[in-house]
């Protein structure tokens, strides 16, 4: 018999599948077609030749053979994989809205996913901290994605830090063909620069922050003791003094811009999310906003 634990992870998911394919059905399964095209263009079939055919697809050889102008149709390759490298460090299992981040992580993947398998992609998935965790082999269907959802649902890391370079670089060794890659982590690491810089040009990449509201701005709290989540570190802040709460909103401020100015520089567009709002509004916006830059 499922222990509670078990149980409560089973109904998030299922909730979290619901809303998904309501989301998938509603708002995104178009979008996500038009905005990630396939690998290019296959051979189906030559048939006659019709007025208004382009001259340039008639199939010389078949044409030569039957005495009659053939042309060749091509259909759009349209399967590809879609990957998601999801930091679990510890810093991701911090939330003050009633969700963590590890938690919006996996409700983000469920919709992507199921996005994808309606296109008939595969789905894969890479969990890391300073380590890889787990790798799970691009796979389609409803339960490899479900599969995908519970894994990081219920997942507990070995390891406490976050090294972002480990993950592109084993992605590298894994994946050799173009993909579309999710990064979703709240990018509190360095030095990843030339793995960022050497995955953009091997696929196509998409970073996703997720931030929490309470790692920005700090409430008028009296003094409070934080705890830095992956290296243990403790300090003691007095949340009263307007000038210590201005030093730590300046300092999260700074980290924001430094993540997006890197993104920015290698061209790979990035889905600021939040813990505190709704963030369907948040990848509604990358596919139109994407989709309108495709058709310029």
Known sequence: MPTKSQTDLLKKVREIQIVSRKVVDELLGGEYKSVFKGRGMEFDEVREYMPGDEVRTIDWNVTARTGKPFVKRFIEEREQALFFLVDMSAS????????????????????????????????????????????????????????????ILGFEPKHTGTRIACALDYLGKMVKKKCVTFLISDFQDADYDPSLKLAAI?????????????????????????????????????????????????????????????????????????TDRDYMRDLIRFFRTRERRQTL
Request: aromatic share 4%; glycine share 6%.
């Open 92 to 151: 991701g299992s911090f939330g003050s809205t009633g969700q963590s981040k590890n938690e919006v992580a996996a409700e983000l993947c469920g919709i992507l996913a199921f996005s994808a398998i309606k296109n008939n992609d595969k789905v894969g998935l890479i969990i890391f901290t300073d380590e890889i965790e787990l790798f799970v082999p691009p796979d389609k269907g409803q339960l490899h994605v479900l599969h995908i959802i519970r894994a």
């Open 202 to 274: 091997h696929y196509d990449l998409i970073a996703i922050t997720i931030t929490d509201p309470r790692e920005l701005e700090l409430p008028n709290a009296g003094l409070v003791e934080l705890a830095d989540a992956e290296t243990g570190e403790q300090i003691l802040v007095d949340t009263a003094s307007a000038a210590a709460r201005n030093t730590f909103r300046m300092a999260a401020k700074a980290r924001s811009l430094e993540t997006k100015a890197a993104l920015t520089r290698l061209n790979i567009d990035q889905i600021d999310v939040r």
